[in-house]
């Protein structure tokens, strides 16, 4: 495993469904599973609500990698939000790499409410991953004029 | 009472939105009886130090369009910037980048070692492009091609947005008009439509409520029928990301949507939407049968972004996190 010289640690932003994986980072919690304080966790009713624009303007505010977790496929609350979460995921990881960004820095994951180690082991693995692909360099393009 | 003052502008520019103003025709008559044309490169014979002679604010409103990508055009940007009252970003180009700003997606490095070495009509050529050169002339002077495409608002600040590759001479005229009668929107608006193309379209109607496909099409791969919504048909259509005004006129002529119009009121980001938006439609809950259907689709980013690279997200400078 590589030493990580610059002591890099990692910013992510986790964007949890409030039914399934929220809940499940919640029991890991409240059963006082150790997880990585990296991760920022932003509420949202469904993981089908994560816009792709949210995820970029989480890169530009200087996210390393954004986490997508959602409901298991079949158990989503609002039927087939989760779907349109792994529709939206998997393309936006293809353009990604075109703006030289790495498609591994944005993740899906499915997590169930009592998924409590499970939420662990997904939130300790993408820190630990993220850790190795160090800090996003986004190319700097132009600046907006202050107006 | 003297004319207002109006004068045209062309940055890193394809020309179409010169074509665009002289595609208002017969009403060009009413538009130059009301006006004074005091700048227009491609069509009248003013030069840059005429403008420079001009008082601060004597133009009423300037029309600019085209991205900015050289030293030339920055220092235009800013000049005309100076001189006018109103300053409009007229056409994609101009409001996001457009077809130029592409090039962001590579670089300027990349870019000039292919145009002037590797091309294969180069042949063994390694000579570049210099901004000053020494002749016995004297010195000549070339503008600097700059690190990356700009959006006009990225250089100055703009007053109104026209969008569309090109706008239409409809919007033009009514953007004049509306300059002319002083009955602007709030500074910063985009003078066209706030809804998205979809509302404009004659084919909305065949729109099915729950659009759903399992294949996405290229044009060249299929005959498209007329009369039913693109976007049913798998082709891939900007419609519903995308800011109407325009009539729906690439729809009318059998082709979808590409996006120019840019986005809708409160969308910061194009490209984000637009791939929301065609992405969620894709009837198919498989990873790996997802990826075979996006094969169709092989680079998202010039697709989505096909006019707003310099504007998106992606290329704004990080802020400290």
Redo the contacts between chains.
Sequence with gaps: MKTNENNFEPHIIAFMCNWCSYTGADLAGVSRLKSPPNIRVIRVMCSGRVDPSFVLRAFQLGADGVLIAGCHPGDCHYQEGNFKALRRTVLLRKMLRQFGVEPERVRLEWISASEAERSRDVTTQFTEQIRQLGPLRLAVGPQPVAV | MAKPKVAFYWCASCGGCEEAVVDLAEAILDVVAAVDIVFWPVALDFKRRDVEAMPDGSIAACFVNGAVRTSEQEHMAHLLRRKSQLLIAYGACAQGGGIPGLA??TSREAIMEYAYHQAPSMGDGTARPQTRTHVPEGELELPEFQE????L??????DYYLPGCPPTPKLTLQAVQAILSGKLPER?AVLASDRALCYECELNSTKPEKLLVSQLKRVHEVLIEPDKCLLAQGILCMGPATRGGCEALCVKGNMPCTGCFGPLDR???Y???A??A???I?D??D?AV??KI?ES?P????T?YRYSV?A??????????
């Design positions: 962001n997606l990356t495409v700009k959006a608002d990225q250089v100055v600040a703009v910063g969308v910061q980001d490209g984000g939407k791939l929301s065609i992405a969620s894709v198919c809950t990873e997802l990826a996006f689709l680079d998202p980013a010039g989505f310099p998106s997200l992606l290329t704004k400078k990080r802020e400290a996190a």
